[in-house]
């Protein structure tokens, strides 16, 4: 049960980061966007290779004890690619300009934090009194349904932080710290989509702020259903529940770093920016498991 609230409390941690995002979005005078290449290469190389050095043998091993070796590792690579399915389509119903992986440029964001910036022609930012009451009824909508598409694709990322925590919240701690580096340019670039939709700076705050609390929601239903339908008395979770639930987790993982992390390190970051990122992630990972055995 201690190990409960850790995992919870490291969840909750890593979706701050949103509202980390947020604040840089609405209250820096410039985004460093430099930082942002670093933190989210550093964050992929974290996921990558805790993903397939310790997540996924994680799985074999207790899926293995369950099914024998052979069909151990078969449920294991369905389990993997199960979790990249899942967080695919996640990611595809999501629409592009309310993705919030979708990265946006400087002068997209500068109106956030300052009046006197232009608004990008391509979004329908205008005075209110430009608009009638059904224009901003509609506008609004489209700023809940972008909070609400955002909430959605966080939750997988709560499950995968909670899940390692859980299980050992040492590894926890580094993947909590690599999903909040993650979160920060997500974070702003929620605001974008909500603060063109809304035209209002308090609300995209609050949206982008509060759609970071959906990673510990996610990760709570998740574990109350686990523990309705498949824990045992002690409410335990079955080892092959378990080992399943570690190879869905590393695929997600991967995914994101793969269509996520690593494509949007690229856009913010300069020359060897976003490799530094990478294998410096993946170095500190290794040294936390080193100092774990």
């Known amino acids: 049960m201690d190990n409960f609230w850790i995992a919870l409390g490291l969840t909750v941690f890593a979706g701050m980061g949103t509202g980390v995002g947020a604040a840089i979005a609405f209250f820096a005078k410039r985004t460093n966007f430099r930082f942002l290449s670093i933190a989210t290469g550093f964050s992929a ?3 990558l ?4 050095v310790e ?6 091993d207790s899926l293995t004890k369950v099914y024998g070796d052979k069909w151990g590792h078969w449920v294991n690579a369905g389990s993997f690619f199960g979790g990249i399915i899942l967080i695919g389509l996640i990611d595809n119903l999501i629409p592009e300009a309310e993705n919030p992986h ?3 440029t400087e002068k997209e964001t500068a109106p956030l934090h300052d009046d006197s910036a232009p608004v990008p022609d391509c979004y329908p930012v205008k005075p209110s009194t430009e608009f009638s009451k059904t224009d901003i009824k509609k506008l ?4 809940l349904f972008t909070a609400i598409a955002i909430t959605i694709h966080n939750f997988p990322e709560g499950l995968a932080t909670f899940m390692a925590a859980l299980e050992n919240p040492s590894l926890g ?3 909590a710290v690599a999903i ?3 979160n920060i340019p997500e974070g702003i670039s929620v605001s974008v989509p909500i603060f063109y939709a809304t035209g209002d700076r308090k609300k995209a705050f609050i949206y982008s702020f509060l759609s970071g609390l959906a990673e510990p929601v996610g990760a709570l ?3 109350v259903i686990l523990l309705f339908f498949v824990g045992g008395e002690n409410g335990a979770i079955p080892p092959q529940i378990t080992g399943i639930l570690f190879g869905i987790v590393a695929g997600i993982m991967v995914y994101i770093s793969v269509d996520e992390l690593l494509p949007t390190s690229r856009a913010y970051g300069k020359g060897h920016d976003s490799i530094i990122g990478l294998v410096a992630g993946m170095a500190v990972m290794e040294f936390s498991l080193l100092l774990m055995k």
């Open 45 to 47: 190389g974290v996921m």
């Open 49 to 52: 290779y805790v993903s397939f």
């Open 55 to 60: 997540i996924f043998f994680k799985g074999v």
């Open 102 to 104: 979708e990265t946006h």
């Open 140 to 143: 609004n909508r489209m700023g």
């Open 173 to 175: 701690i580094t993947i």
């Open 180 to 182: 909040a580096l993650h």
């Open 221 to 223: 239903i998740a574990y």
